[in-house]
């Protein structure tokens, strides 16, 4: 007859330790991914040869106009940490430009009715999220062999 036996109190401790461990890399390891985002969107960008203007909404009655500088739009990119949509699993970065820096980059992303789009996040997303991925992916594992050793 051949006996087998576990010690499950083991087993369950280092189950709790991966936990763990998973739990403390969740935020760096979704950063490092937001990183690759955050950088292959700063490349991407479109920037102008020289400053511009920008008129707003009311601009015609009111001949209000923006000097921008060339690179704007690239210097107001920024990511964050997304307290709202994260959880204790769950660490959100968003990627984005300031609104309020350059009040233009929606129509530079999705164009206007006078304006072609010339987009940058979503080919940033496209190209980069296998990389981002397993920039993730790499922490995590590190985290979990780290735990398991």
Same mark, same amino acid.
């Given at each position: 007859?051949?006996?087998?036996?576990?010690?499950?109190? &083991?087993?369950?401790?280092?189950? #709790?330790? *991966?936990?763990?461990?998973?739990? @403390?890399?969740?935020?760096?390891?979704?950063? $490092?991914?937001?990183?690759?985002?955050?950088?292959?969107?700063?490349?991407?960008?479109?920037?102008?040869?020289?400053?511009?203007?920008?008129?707003?909404?009311?601009?015609?009655?009111?001949?209000?106009?923006?000097?921008? &500088?060339?690179?704007?739009?690239? #210097?107001? *990119?920024?990511?964050?940490?997304? @307290?709202?949509?994260?959880?204790?699993?769950? $660490?959100?970065?968003?990627?984005?430009?300031?609104?309020?820096?350059?009040?233009?980059?929606?129509?530079?992303?999705?164009?206007?009715?006078?304006?072609?789009?010339?987009?940058?996040?979503?080919?940033?997303?496209?190209?980069?999220?296998?990389?981002?991925?397993?920039?993730?992916?790499?922490?995590?594992?590190?985290?979990?062999?780290?735990?398991?050793?």
């Amino acid at each position: 007859m051949i006996t087998v036996e576990f010690d499950f109190a &083991k087993i369950a401790k280092k189950l #709790d330790g *991966i936990t763990e461990a998973s739990k @403390k890399a969740l935020r760096p390891a979704a950063q $490092a991914g937001a990183e690759i985002f955050y950088l292959e969107a700063k490349m991407r960008v479109p920037v102008s040869d020289g400053s511009h203007f920008f008129y707003g909404s009311g601009s015609k009655k009111s001949g209000v106009r923006y000097l921008f &500088k060339a690179g704007n739009l690239r #210097d107001s *990119i920024y990511q964050f940490y997304n @307290k709202s949509q994260s959880t204790e699993d769950k $660490a959100v970065y968003s990627i984005s430009w300031n609104h309020k820096k350059a009040p233009y980059g929606y129509m530079v992303e999705y164009g206007t009715s006078n304006a072609p789009a010339h987009p940058f996040l979503r080919p940033s997303y496209d190209s980069a999220a296998n990389r981002a991925r397993e920039a993730v992916m790499a922490i995590m594992r590190n985290s979990i062999r780290k735990a398991t050793q």
